[in-house]
């Protein structure tokens, strides 16, 4: 597996489980990057954790999952926390929390597994969601393939704080902006009496106790 110490910065590398998994599980997506046929793919992909691997998934006709079953891939998951601003452009900067690991991309092939991390999947964005609509049919869970990659080869990589360079008072301002994202309002489909009152579990969401 290919080294994943950080070559700049090196002291912002971390390979601590705990961090790892925080800024896993606050992310939304994940970067997966593959070669197939020499030619260099990368592909945006929700995603699930359980333990110490994450789980993607797709249509068992998508040809990105199937050119990575069974090959090495890269993936990365990144947070933009804040813009830093220093005295010069040269000293700009972002506040982040990154991971980047590379792994085995294995098949989950058991029906019962499939169903399990189907579920997860979806419970993970939207908390409750399962108990409303129902579990996904058997022919639903044969049609979607599930793969795992494992995190025992991936590393974080932070940058927090403060601009960190020497000013003097007649710099032009010079700080942090920090960047918050946050649901919106949700729209009930055109299709729906706009009347329909909105489920606990999406209130939940949106006040934040429902967070994944």
Known sequence: MPNTTPSRYPSRGTQDKMTLHQIIDEGLFCTI??????????????????????YVHASSKSKFIESIIGAQVSYSIT???????????????FNYRSVI???DAIE?????EKLKFFNLFTD????GRIGDIGEPTA???????????????AVAKIRA???????????????????INKYGTPEIDSQLDNTQ???????????GSGKP
């Not at 022919?139 to 080869?153: G, H, R």
């Not at 704080?161 to 960047?179: F, L, T, Y």
């Open 33 to 54: 990057a593959f070669i197939k046929d020499g030619i260099p793919y990368q592909i945006p992909t929700g995603f699930a954790r359980v333990d110490n691997d994450i």
């Open 79 to 93: 947070h933009l926390d804040a813009l830093v601003l220093a005295p010069t452009a040269f000293d700009h900067s």
């Open 101 to 103: 690991g590379f792994s």
């Open 108 to 112: 989950i092939t058991d029906p019962s």
């Open 124 to 127: 993970r964005y939207i908390p």
């Open 139 to 153: 022919e639903q869970v044969s049609i979607t393939k599930i793969v795992k990659l494992s995190l025992d080869n």
């Open 161 to 179: 704080g403060d601009v960190n360079v020497k000013m003097d008072a007649g710099s032009s301002w010079c700080g942090v902006i920090p960047i």
């Open 197 to 207: 009152s909105l489920p606990n579990y999406i209130k939940e969401l949106l006040n």
